[in-house]
């Protein structure tokens, strides 16, 4: 059995951590739990650290569950929020939870026959028949109001950060996380919580609820992962389009890659620790071989590609690698054809875009490609001479002549042309 702190420690994934937490994981196998909340039916990379926390803890030989809150995602979390969440109805919270499990399946075994298998839970199971006078009698009498008044995440709402101030429903999320906490160690023998850093007070009102309800002889512990940061201090995981989901549907495989192969040399190096299960001896390698020569990238490319293959797959890793080629390398017509079109779009979302009508297909190139307002060629004798000379492209295939038909035939996914001046000036036409 893999010492689990250690193994957290050297990839720079503890913030905070209970005293005899790593002495009570060297005893044996242990159950803890890590909770996320089905705001949404897709987690997006946010939410990774956490995951791969519990996929760390499974892996060092212990037992991870993974709780959806379906009752607390009923309420909203106030750590760092600065505004009450919308409530969502209980159809929606089973469709989130649905589609939360098979994106974590990726990282986590539920399906084996090993007593440390992953497990599922749901909040929303034992709190819908909770009575709120029972409520109150078996959680509420163990924690004063001053303690919960004096968690940071309270404070900084009512502090005036926030004009709408903290709801009664809001207040009670710590007791509802306290006593998630307190049900699994006593239904499923969880000791152990782990989460972010924003959640530490949450966390730590559970092991306070089980002490008071239990007696001093009943240990738990929370450990925390570092909220993640770029090295500049902006926010992890958002770019100009929001963020970046594991969901193909909203982040496709080719952009999640990019974002990856993207990052900067100290991130990539911070990241590659957190974000991939690639052993110490392996990483120190891989930083090693990059500092030598960054321009390479190499800890980005490893980075990209071991992330891209752990949410999605291999087939899928394949075509973001080959979509990037189509850009920055060599690509062929078939490769452009190989794309869905979400991805296809995506690789050119920056490329000069023009639109023309569909009665102008059966024109010669020289005409379709010189209409008032594209800026494609300077003027048609200039197309000619470039077409001569080998320097257009027409879907990753050269332009035989400057007159050349352009046809339906011609067409990518029935509505896009592709055309290439030089090596690096893409232009896309879509015909409508």
Known sequence: MKNFVEELRWRGMVAQIMPGTEEFLMKGMASAYLGTDPTADSLHIGHLCGIMMLRHFQQCGHKPYLLVGGATGMIGDPSGKSQERNLLDADTLYHNQEAIKKQVSKFLDFEGTGENKAELVNNYDWMKDFSFLEFARVVGKHITVNYMMAKDSVKKRLSGESRDGLS??????????????????????????????????????????????????????????????????????????????????????????QFWLNVSDADAEKYIKIFTSLDKETIDSLIAEHNVDPARRILQRRLAEEVT?????????????????????????????????????????????????????????VELFNQEGMQIFPSKSEMRKLVKGGGVSLNKEKLAAFDQVITSEDLIAGKYLLVQKGKKNYFLVTVK
């Not at 152990?192 to 306070?208: F, K, P």
């Not at 009943?218 to 770029?230: Q, V």
Request: aromatic share 12%; glycine share 8%; net charge negative.
């Open 309 to 365: 293959r752990m949410v999605h797959s291999q087939e899928d890793l394949d075509m973001a690698i080959a979509a990037s080629n189509i850009l920055f390398g060599k690509a062929t017509k078939e490769n452009l054809l190989e794309l869905d079109e979400q991805t296809f779009n995506d690789v050119f979302k920056d490329v000069p875009h023009y639109e023309v009508s569909k009665e102008l297909i059966g024109q010669p190139a």
């Open 168 to 257: 009664f429903t809001e207040f009670t999320y710590q007791l509802l996380q306290g006593y998630d906490f307190l049900y699994q160690y006593e239904k499923y023998g969880v000791k152990l919580q782990l989460g972010g850093n924003d959640q530490w007070g949450n966390m730590t009102t559970g092991t306070e609820l089980i002490r008071r309800t239990l007696g001093n002889e009943a240990d738990s512990y929370c450990l925390t992962c570092p909220l993640i940061t770029k090295a500049d201090g902006t926010k992890f995981g958002k770019t100009e389009g929001g963020n970046i989901w594991l969901d193909r549907n909203r982040t496709t495989p080719y952009v999640f890659y």
